[in-house]
Nanobody, 113 residues
Framework: QLQASGGGAVQAGGSLRISCRTS????????MNWYRQAPGQQRDLVAN???????DYVDSVKGRFIASRDYARNTMYLQMNNLKPEDTAVYYC?????????WGPGTQVTVSS
């Protein structure tokens, strides 16, 4: 299971950290992803996080978002800084494990101008 949490409402320029707690997978070797879906839009990839913790980001969040992993807690984080109204979306974590794509319920992030 994947469970994203930690979303909320902030003003532009603010910060939030969201979490993705995992169970049922080997978190130490699973590549993980952060996606987001804005109202009326498709779900888009935000960050791809390798098992070792290195991450690739979509251009729109580079330099503002930082993904990290806590292997003791089987949890992935997304630190979001200098948030913009266009970052408003439901954020999801996902992984591909043993032939199946796993998704958890998302967490809402709302950024006001």
């Amino acid at each position: 299971q994947l469970q994203a949490s930690g979303g909320g409402a902030v003003q532009a320029g603010g910060s939030l950290r969201i979490s993705c707690r995992t169970s049922g997978i080997n978190f130490r070797i699973a590549r993980m992803n952060w996606y987001r879906q804005a109202p009326g839009q498709q779900r888009d990839l935000v960050a791809n996080v390798a098992a070792g913790g290195s991450a690739d980001y979509v251009d729109s969040v580079k330099g503002r978002f930082i993904a990290s992993r806590d292997y003791a807690r089987n949890t992935m984080y997304l630190q979001m800084n200098n948030l913009k109204p266009e970052d408003t979306a439901v954020y999801y974590c996902s992984t591909f494990w043993r032939g199946t794509e796993w998704w958890g319920p998302g967490t809402q992030v709302t950024v006001s101008s």
